[in-house]
């Protein structure tokens, strides 16, 4: 059987955590429910990809900001929508401020914009988030995880902002070479002209929007059943809805479909002539091939005013890659005049074991010790060989070059450049009582087996060749 | 006045907070207390300070790792001493595990070194940690602050991975070039010896301990007085502990007079034994110039069993901006056979004010808005330049050009190229009709106000040319 690379890391980390539990003592040494600690070639590998993204960012003009990991909980309330206000973890009270972890980076970056007396700024920001999910590896949901967002904070014209925004979203999963996806987009009003059209009462949409968010992740069958038993919405008008949100397609067709129906004529008619800007914008930007018109699409948060979008990956079974929108209000909500705002996370911790896989396939190695060069020594009676050890070691470290030391002085060569060997270093300096009279070393390489003499005071000029190569 | 740019950063935050309290509303836009938000510049600033750090650790073969911000509470209990322990912040009780935010990076490493089985690691740790100071931004002391960890885990042989780390801590402050700075070494078992020197009972260590790790921010006046007023110290103890504990100074001088004084030559005569040849391996390795050896220092958290350390930097108020030491048992606590670990802790946000001085005074320009390049256009009643602009970002940004959008699509020229200027943006591509029948464009640089034509075809390769001068 073959296994998708998120399963076999949750199979990975199920076996880590039974062997976690030692017989002798009560209190299981791991990390928190839904967190992941980083191995070093993972954090390397996390790295990369958020160099990819963040390049992305920075070649739209973005700069980076950093915000607390809490904020104020008032700060956070009420923005989240039924679902994620819950979700939202706090701090225990011990006197002071009422504190909570932030659930994303798009209100601390509105409270942020209102801080600084900020008109315009576009940034971004890489940072951990918090939510009390129930964690699954597999669908990549966890409690603690990393985001990527950009966002832009000011006045512009109509979905200019918005389509540079998808097209940047494109150019990032096109760059990280994850496979085919699908950047879905959509109109917060036209969600709203849809749970009016299907006659469902104006009170309701939050908490309908809420049921329809879920989308992503459960079928129709089971949204409905929720929408009838917990939201109050009739079979008929469900029936209606169902009809309405299954609709997608390509960005055109969909556009030319709904005009034709004349199914927004009424009402949202205004969100569909955005819509149908946003992809003239994005066809001439060239950022359309990946964007699908999908009117299921909700998202949880209650501060989206406009365009909204989501990016999944075709043939995967994880939630969504990207996701954010415009929000043209929440600023409004820190202070007297509202600021307009667009913007994306992307969601590392998703692509993560994809990317991870592909490392892997690469071929690639990953040493756990960096370092390029060890200095081994040849013991001596007459010579203290630490001190001239250490000479060397200074000279090296003093260059900037990778080098470690094997923290046992009394191993004899074999033992020294077997360690060298197991720790994956690829040279070695040998000293003896000769080379220091001579003021030479001998460089060998560890893996070719050939060695050289090199005077001293070339030293650093040929072992910067050497790791230049 | 001169003010030093600690107590400029603390005027600023003071009127930014002042201005922070709009009158209409109860609830203050703010980030919380202890905290700070980073500017663009400001994020900047400490990621080519971080990348300092860091390239000393990897010079060492140190690897990177994460782990979660917060950790299961036991984990943390008992680790800190009794001023540390107090200091934690607890997240509430919503159901599910009992968390406490990280208040070090050390504990996690130990945890980490436990959970994952590992016998030798040399890692680095970059990440931020918790604790429910008495906020003092002249003093450097915030709520959430940023560390740099470096740690070994493994067999050593006595001292020498201790020397190899003071020598990359004074490489690492030598490089940053915050001006001179020393690093304060002494021995744990030392402090054991002199408070029972002392006369003061065995139980009372730990206690004491945490009294004497205050004289890094009180004076000893003070310190006595809490020793005897509130840890039952007696007046004749203290005055005994008094005279030991002011002994510092150069390290040789230091071991000759503790040597001459025959203080330690009942208790803790090893522990001397091994500052004399952690001093003796300094030397051999260039790292002893800036090391001062201090009896007063105590680091508060109770998990050091050998080697402590702290930097200071002279003629500044601000507290250690590194701090560390040997840990042999630490990682014990969490598994049978305990692991010995050596390690420092750089405190970025410390030396953040000065590296901000010094990065203003270099005259350096920083743009809130990184963009190169701008493309302006001339308004057509036959073409439709927004199709033509959109058509050159693509051209740009499929290049990795950095070019930002000015999202005004009927602004005029004059008004673009004012838009660009306001932004700082170096260059604007301008077309207008010609350009576009021609294939060409107007390049024009908006510091020099110097135009050339350019071939459409040549674009990416003139531009490209531009950036990197």
Redesign the interface.
Same mark, same amino acid.
């Given at each position: 059987m073959d296994l998708k690379p998120e399963q076999i890391e949750e199979q990975r980390i199920e076996e880590?955590q039974k062997e976690?539990q030692?017989q002798?003592k009560q209190?299981?040494?791991?990390?928190?429910?839904g967190?992941?600690?980083?191995?070093?070639q993972?954090?390397?590998i996390?790295?990369q990809a958020i160099k990819i993204i963040t390049?992305i960012f920075?070649?739209?003009?973005?700069? !980076?900001? &950093?915000?607390? @990991?809490?904020?104020?909980r008032?700060?956070l309330m009420g923005k989240y929508g039924e679902v994620g206000g819950k979700l939202i973890?706090?701090?225990?009270?011990?006197g002071?401020?009422i504190?909570s972890?932030r659930y994303d980076l798009t209100v601390p970056f509105a409270?942020?914009i209102?801080?600084?007396?900020y008109k315009r700024?576009?940034?971004y920001h890489v940072g951990?988030v918090?939510r009390?999910e129930n964690p699954s590896i597999s669908y990549g949901r966890f409690r603690?995880f990393f985001q990527c967002d950009f966002d832009?904070a000011? !006045?512009? &014209?109509p979905m @200019?902002?918005d389509a540079?925004l998808i097209?940047m979203v494109d150019?990032i999963f096109t760059k990280l070479d994850l496979g085919p996806f699908h950047i879905k987009v959509s109109h917060r009003k036209l969600l709203d002209a849809m749970i009016n059209i299907a006659g469902i009462p104006k009170t309701q949409f939050k908490t309908v929007c809420s049921s329809i968010d879920k989308l992503n992740r459960q079928s129709w069958k089971e949204v409905k059943q929720e929408l009838i038993e917990q939201k109050g919405v009739t079979e008929e008008q469900a029936e209606k809805l169902s009809q309405l949100v299954q609709l997608k397609g390509e960005p055109y067709q969909m556009i030319q479909q709904l005009k034709e129906q004349k199914l927004f004529e009424q009402q949202g008619q205004e969100a569909l002539d955005e819509m149908e800007l946003l992809f003239n914008?994005l066809k001439?930007?060239?950022?359309l091939k990946n964007v699908i018109f999908d009117l299921s699409l909700a998202r949880g948060a209650d501060y989206y005013t406009g365009l909204i979008q989501e990016t999944e990956l075709l043939g995967r079974q994880v939630g969504p890659i990207s996701g954010g929108g415009r929000y043209d209000n929440l600023v409004g909500t820190?202070?007297?005049n509202s600021i307009p705002c667009v913007g994306a996370a992307i969601g590392i911790d998703r692509i993560f074991p994809i990317i991870e896989e592909k490392f892997k396939n690469s071929g690639k190695v990953f040493r756990?010790?960096?370092?390029d060069f060890i200095v081994a020594t040849i013991p001596s009676h007459n010579i203290d060989m630490?001190?001239e050890?250490?000479?060397i070691?200074?000279l090296l470290?003093?260059n900037?070059?990778?080098?470690?030391?094997c923290?046992?002085?009394?191993w004899n060569l074999g033992k020294q450049l077997s360690y060298a060997n197991e720790?994956q270093?690829p040279y070695a300096i040998i000293i003896g009582e000769d080379e220091v009279k001579q003021e030479i070393v001998q460089l060998k390489d560890l893996i070719s087996k050939k060695e050289e003499i090199v005077n001293l005071k070339d030293l650093i000029k040929v072992i910067k060749q050497k790791v230049e190569n």
């Open positions: 880590q976690q030692p002798e209190l299981i040494i791991k990390n928190p429910k967190t992941r600690d980083f191995l070093p993972q954090v390397l996390r790295k390049d920075e070649q739209h003009g973005a700069v !980076e900001i &950093d915000t607390p @990991v809490f904020e104020l008032e700060i973890y706090d701090l225990q009270d011990q002071g401020e504190l972890l409270r942020y209102a801080t600084h007396g700024l576009k940034r951990k918090y009390r603690e832009f000011g !006045e512009n &014209d @200019v902002a540079e097209r150019q914008l001439q930007m060239n950022g820190f202070q007297k756990e010790n960096q370092s630490t001190a050890k250490f000479k070691y200074d470290w003093s900037g070059i990778k080098a470690d030391v923290y046992r002085l009394h720790q270093i």
